[in-house]
């Protein structure tokens, strides 16, 4: 399965960040990307500066039968259309969506990472990951979602 992560700690013209979370997912299903499972909402903080707004993040599974560079592709196009801007790193954003696995494949180009290199440090990956997927595991790490649970300081918010 290919595992999805959305974020949004802005406002945007579509809403607050639920909002934009509930509209990047409407975008992707028109653009004919199945959705199999939602996650729950999880908020943290932003990362790495605490000041900026807190992040509301998802984690979705979907069905996808094309590349991952043309998954890539839907989802800059998303991005735009949700005005996400790539001004600097890690700076406030109205949608940030992100490939954190895609069908267990490793994949290392100018394009994609995959699976997500720091998804094991994030929280807002892995408990969202770990409530829809209770089973998954780490095609390079060969560790389950437990493991990266259990390793996760509950109380912060990493990378």
Same mark, same amino acid.
């Given at each position: ?54 992040? %509301?993040?998802?984690?979705? +599974? &979907? =069905? ?8 890539? /592709?839907? #989802? ?49 990956? %892995?408990?969202?990951?770990? +409530? &829809? =997927? ?8 060969? /560790?389950? #979602? ?14």
């Amino acid at each position: 399965m290919i595992y999805l992560s959305i974020g949004s700690n802005l406002n945007s013209k579509f809403g607050n960040r639920f909002d934009n979370i509930t509209k990047a997912i409407n975008l992707l299903r028109n653009n004919k990307i199945k959705i199999k499972k939602i996650s729950n909402f999880f908020e943290t903080p932003s990362y790495p500066n605490k000041k900026n707004p807190k992040f %509301i993040n998802i984690i979705i +599974e &979907i =069905e996808y039968s094309l590349k991952p560079e043309h998954l890539l /592709k839907e #989802i800059f196009m998303v991005e735009r259309k949700m005005d996400r801007k790539r001004n600097l790193k890690n700076a406030p954003r109205t949608c940030d969506i992100d490939i954190i696995d895609f069908n267990g494949e490793i994949i290392k180009n100018d394009e994609l990472i995959a699976p997500h290199p720091r998804l094991h440090l994030r929280n807002f990956v %892995i408990y969202p990951l770990k +409530e &829809i =997927e209770p089973n998954w595991s780490h095609p390079i790490f060969n /560790k389950n #979602i437990d493991s990266f649970f259990q390793e996760l300081d509950k109380n912060s918010h990493n990378e």
